[in-house]
């Protein structure tokens, strides 16, 4: 019986293993490079930047809001600027993209200083995956309700 449990935890350990290793190789293919922010504008469309408009939203403790951009061709870097300003509170963004990569999730601290607002370029050599991208934005840490634009 010990030698089965015993044989049953090493296939588990194995596949477990492999799991791992896939993650990282796909990891390692994600072609998005994420720095902090270097746009001002509410809509850059210049040098091939693209800023996803305004949309103002409120959200609360434990809800998920979501929210999409759809992007067209010829652009090499995406700018997310998350906004909320009271960073007493903490949300977490998580984008999706197109191309079926998960970016994040992203916190306060993701752009360099925690302010209330996590402003992020989203940078690929090859060009930005055309179509639609999502944004989750989820309120970690809020009291009461906050205001937020993204």
Request: negative net charge; contains cysteine.
């Amino acid at each position: 019986m010990i030698k089965k449990i015993g044989l049953i935890l090493i296939v588990i350990m194995l596949f477990a293993g492999c799991a791992m290793a896939e993650e990282n190789k796909a990891k390692d293919k994600n072609p998005y490079k994420v720095t902090p922010s270097k746009a001002s504008n509410d809509d850059i469309q210049s040098d091939g930047i693209v800023q996803i408009k305004a949309v103002f939203d409120t959200i609360t403790q434990g809800e998920t809001n979501w929210h999409s951009k759809y992007v067209s061709s010829s652009i090499t870097t995406l700018d997310v600027d998350l906004n909320w300003g009271d960073s007493s509170d903490s949300l977490k963004l998580t984008i999706y993209t197109p191309d079926g990569y998960t970016l994040g999730p992203y916190y306060d601290s993701a752009d360099g200083s925690i302010n209330g607002r996590i402003d992020l370029d989203i940078k690929n050599s090859n060009g930005i995956a055309t179509g639609t991208w999502n944004y989750r934005v989820y309120g970690q840490s809020v009291s009461g309700t906050e205001t937020y634009t993204i």
